[in-house]
T-cell receptor, first 115, second 117 residues
């Protein structure tokens, strides 16, 4: 079955870049996602990348995908205190059973931004 | 417009009782998902609805768990004879596509925190 792993914690100084890493095992994954969860809030989709892409950039966010090593990373440039949250990577294989797009999530990385 | 809403936000119940958790998806969203977030298991898929039918129930952990969706809108997740290991945050998400296309964003609700004493 699928297994998605992340490191649990990351601490950075405000203004520095943050890099959050994720490894996955399902080579049939079609899409890979990054979600952000702030305290008491639901999950917010930040960005996604199709499995045949190597890189995607969206403002301060850069996603890198190494399909050979099954490694995904999220780089946040100029990290701000408002970026403090838990970040989840997720994978999906579409179409999954029944045609839906169920997501398999990683364990989450708690990002702490210090002044 | 309104996002996905869930109620109650918090639920404390005694072991053995039944609970119902409600999800109101974004209006017009035909795909609806339930996930569970717990300390031991992380975030897990439970069930997927396409309209009122549930073609994928593969994540429901036991037959004590059931869910329904009516009118292509509101969904209810029911847990019978709750156990302490059911304690978790139950998250609902909806997306626009009737076929769950991969690029359709899943919008998540704030969740219901269930505590079983």
């Amino acid at each position: 079955g699928e297994d998605v792993e992340q490191s649990l914690f990351l601490s950075v100084r405000e203004g520095d870049s943050s890099v959050i890493n994720c490894t996955y095992t399902d080579s049939s994954s079609t899409y890979l996602y990054w979600y952000k969860q702030e305290p008491g809030a639901g999950l917010q989709l930040l960005t996604y990348i199709f499995s045949n892409m190597d890189m995607k950039q969206d403002q301060r966010l850069t996603v890198l995908l190494n399909k050979k090593d099954k490694h995904l990373s999220l780089r946040i440039a100029d990290t701000q205190t408002g970026d403090s949250a838990i970040y989840f990577c997720a994978e999906s294989y579409f179409p999954s059973t029944g045609g839906g797009n169920k997501l398999t999530f990683g364990t989450g990385t708690q990002l702490k931004v210090e002044l | 417009g309104a996002g996905v809403s869930q109620s109650p936000s918090n639920k404390v119940t005694e072991k053995g009782k039944d609970v119902e958790l409600r999800c109101d998806p974004i209006s017009g969203h035909t795909a609806l998902y339930w996930y569970r977030q717990s300390l031991g298991q992380g975030l897990e898929f439970l069930i997927y609805f396409q309209g009122n039918s549930a073609p994928d129930k593969s994540g429901l952990p036991s037959d004590r768990f059931s869910a329904e969706r009516t009118g292509g809108s509101v969904s209810t997740l029911t847990i019978q004879r709750t156990q302490q290991e059911d304690s978790a945050v139950y998250l609902c998400a909806s997306s626009l596509s009737p076929t769950g296309r991969a690029t359709d964003t899943q919008y998540f609700g704030p969740g219901t925190r269930l505590t079983v004493l």
